[in-house]
């Protein structure tokens, strides 16, 4: 069984973040905006919580960030940034 830690995994996106804010654009993708990409140029992560500033997305500024954000890579590529997170730092554990 895949256990993850989120305290960790939340703090790591946050760093992750400030790296890679200036460098890629980040993509907002979920059942709220009809799994229409919607690029989110002003945006932070606290806690669990995905910001939106000066976006309104069906009546809601306020998100999950882990089932929502992506970011564009070189090739224009949306990447999972959840997956991208567990992968690079190897946040999962595994339990039997």
Known sequence: MKVI????????AIM??????????FVFKSLCSDNKEIII??????????YIQNKVINGK???LWQPSLYFKN????????YDYL??????ATYKS
Do not use: A, Q, W
Not at 74 to 81: A, L, V
């Open 74 to 81: 070189g090739y224009n590529k949306n990447i999972f940034y």
């Open 61 to 63: 500024n306020e998100f």
């Open 86 to 91: 567990v992968d690079k730092y190897n946040v």
């Open 16 to 25: 992750e973040l400030n790296n890679l804010r200036n460098i890629c654009p």
């Open 5 to 12: 830690n989120t305290i960790l995994l939340n703090r790591l």
């Open 41 to 50: 140029p002003h945006f932070y992560i606290h806690n669990d919580s995905l």
